[in-house]
Nanobody
Framework: QVQLVESGGGLVQAGGSLRLSCAAS????????MGWYRQAPGKQREMVAI???????NYADSVKGRFTISRDSAKNTIYLQMNSLKPEDTGLYYC??????????WGKGTQVTVSS
């Protein structure tokens, strides 16, 4: 089992930057995939970015070139650097950990609001 706690959300103007952090309650060294998802009001939760234990990453088309996901196993933390933010990036951002066997764990989320 793993608990995830997100931080770093806030209110920012369009074009600005934020860095989200997700701290895990135990070592993430053996967690195969971790990532960030978001949910805007009235919309379904969607994948933003995921990263494997080997450092391979994948991004939603809408954030490619603007967002960067990273993973620090020594600190049991993953990050999401978000640059050139747009109003459509507004939403509740959730951290996810997919363990072996295939069990998904979620944080409670951190709110990101981008004003135009």
């Amino acid at each position: 089992q793993v608990q995830l706690v997100e931080s770093g959300g806030g209110l920012v103007q369009a074009g600005g930057s934020l860095r989200l952090s997700c701290a895990a309650s135990r070592s993430i060294f053996s967690i195969p995939v971790m990532g960030w998802y978001r949910q805007a009001p009235g919309k379904q939760r969607e994948m933003v970015a995921i990263i494997t234990g080997g450092g391979n990453s994948n991004y939603a088309d809408s954030v490619k070139g603007r967002f960067t996901i990273s993973r620090d196993s020594a600190k049991n933390t993953i990050y999401l650097q978000m640059n050139s933010l747009k109003p459509e990036d507004t939403g509740l951002y959730y951290c996810n950990a997919r363990t072996i066997p295939d069990i998904n764990y979620w944080g409670k989320g951190t709110q990101v609001t981008v004003s135009s």
